[in-house]
C-alpha cells in the first residue's frame, strides 16, 4: 500500500482540494476581507448620498410659515438669502446680500414687491421654485449655474409671464432645448442668456429662440453653429429658399 502511494504521488496524484466556498489559507481570508471592505464603502456611499439628498430638500422646503405670516416677498427674500442669492426689492439700487441666513432688512420691507432675484450657483431644485412662484412682479431671475436645475423647473417659470424681462440659465448642466421651448410663455423677456446649455445645434435653436421671443435679445448661443453642424438654415437667415 505504501509502493502504491508512492507510485501515484510520484505520477503527479491530484491533491485534496477544500469543498466549494470554503476559504484557502491567508489567501481566502485576504478576499474576505477584500469583500467586506467593499461592501462597507457601498454602504457607507449610499449613506452619503441619501444625506446629501436629505440636506438639499431641507434647504428648498416652502417657507409657508412666512408666507402666511409675512407675506410673499418676505417668504421668497428668506428663501434666496438662506440659499446664499441675492435680492432686490422694487425702489432699491442696491443688492440685498445674505447675513448668515437672514438679513434684518427683509421684515421692513414687507409690503414692497420683490422686482430681482439672483440665485446663480445656488442649489436650487423643482420644489424651492414654490418659494419664488407667487411673485407677481418679479422683472430679474438669474438662475446662472444652478445645478440642480432641469427642464422640469424650467417649464415652471410661465408664471412670471406677466412681468419677467431678464432671465439668466446659463451654465446650466441639466437644461436641454426641451426646457428652453418652454419659455415662450415669456412674451416681455428683453434679455435671455442661455451659454453653456447644451444643445444639438447652437445656432438653430438661437433662430427658433428669437422667433418665439420677439424683441428679446438671446445670449450665448451662436448662429454659425448650425452651418458648421450641417443643420439647415431657415429661409431668410443666410439661406435662400429653393
Not at 430679474?140 to 432671465?167: I, Y
Request: hydrophobic share 40%; charged share 20%.
Amino acid at each position: 500500500m505504501a509502493a502504491l502511494r508512492a507510485v501515484l504521488g510520484s505520477r503527479g496524484a491530484p491533491a485534496l482540494r477544500p469543498p466549494p466556498g470554503q476559504s484557502r489559507g491567508a489567501a481566502g481570508g485576504l478576499l474576505q476581507l477584500l469583500g467586506r471592505w467593499l461592501n462597507n464603502m457601498e454602504v457607507a456611499v449610499a449613506w452619503g448620498e441619501r444625506l446629501q439628498r436629505q440636506r438639499l430638500q431641507r434647504r428648498n422646503a416652502y417657507c409657508g410659515f412666512l408666507r402666511d405670516t409675512y407675506g410673499d416677498n418676505v417668504a421668497a427674500a428668506a428663501f434666496t438669502l438662506s440659499l446664499g442669492g441675492r435680492v432686490r426689492f422694487e425702489g432699491q439700487e442696491h443688492w440685498m446680500q445674505p447675513e448668515g441666513r437672514w438679513h434684518p432688512e427683509v421684515l421692513r420691507l414687507r409690503d414692497v414687491p420683490v422686482v430681482a432675484v439672483d440665485l446663480s450657483g445656488c442649489p436650487l431644485t423643482y420644489s424651492g421654485l414654490d418659494n419664488l412662484v407667487p411673485l407677481t412682479q418679479l422683472q430679474h431671475l438669474d438662475l446662472s449655474g444652478c445645478p440642480h436645475l432641469d427642464d422640469w423647473a424650467l417649464g415652471r417659470l410661465h408664471v412670471f409671464g406677466d412681468s419677467l424681462q431678464e432671465l439668466s440659465v446659463s451654465r446650466c448642466p441639466r437644461i436641454t432645448e426641451r426646457g428652453l421651448a418652454t419659455l415662450h410663455h415669456l412674451q416681455l423677456l428683453r434679455r435671455l442668456d442661455v451659454a453653456g446649455v447644451r444643445v444639438p445645434s447652437p445656432g438653430l435653436v438661437h433662430i427658433l429662440l428669437e422667433e418665439m421671443l420677439p424683441g428679446c435679445q438671446v445670449l450665448g448661443l451662436d448662429l454659425g453653429d448650425s452651418v458648421k453642424m450641417g443643420t439647415p438654415m431657415p429661409p431668410g437667415r443666410g439661406q435662400s429658399p429653393p
